[in-house]
Nanobody, 115 residues
Framework: QVRLEESGGGLVEPGGSLRLSCAAS????????MGWYRQAPGKQRELVAA???????NYADSVKGRFTISRDNTANTVYLQMNSLKPEDTAVYYC?????????WGQGTQVTVSS
């Protein structure tokens, strides 16, 4: 099993930045990809960004050019750097890891963009 712990959410003004972190533990050697999803009130959970063990990345169109996903293999941690934040980025952000035919989710961290 892979366990995930997110951190770094909070309240930020429009145009500001935040960095989310997701630390993985457990059978981490089996992880194939990790990603960040978000869910706003009344909306479905959506993929924000993902990164494979090979380093390939994928972003939602709405965050391209503003968000960057990266990883630190030595720390078993994935980051989401969020710049130029907009009110519509407000959501609970969840970390996800895919390993084998399974996936794990973190508990979520709230990001609120408001003046």
């Amino acid at each position: 099993q892979v366990r995930l712990e997110e951190s770094g959410g909070g309240l930020v003004e429009p145009g500001g930045s935040l960095r989310l972190s997701c630390a993985a533990s457990g059978i981490i050697f089996s992880i194939r990809a990790m990603g960040w999803y978000r869910q706003a009130p009344g909306k479905q959970r959506e993929l924000v960004a993902a990164i494979t063990t090979g380093g390939s990345t994928n972003y939602a169109d709405s965050v391209k050019g503003r968000f960057t996903i990266s990883r630190d293999n030595t720390a078993n941690t994935v980051y989401l750097q969020m710049n130029s934040l907009k009110p519509e980025d407000t959501a609970v952000y969840y970390c996800n890891a895919v390993y084998g035919l399974r996936s794990s989710w973190g508990q979520g961290t709230q990001v609120t963009v408001s003046s």
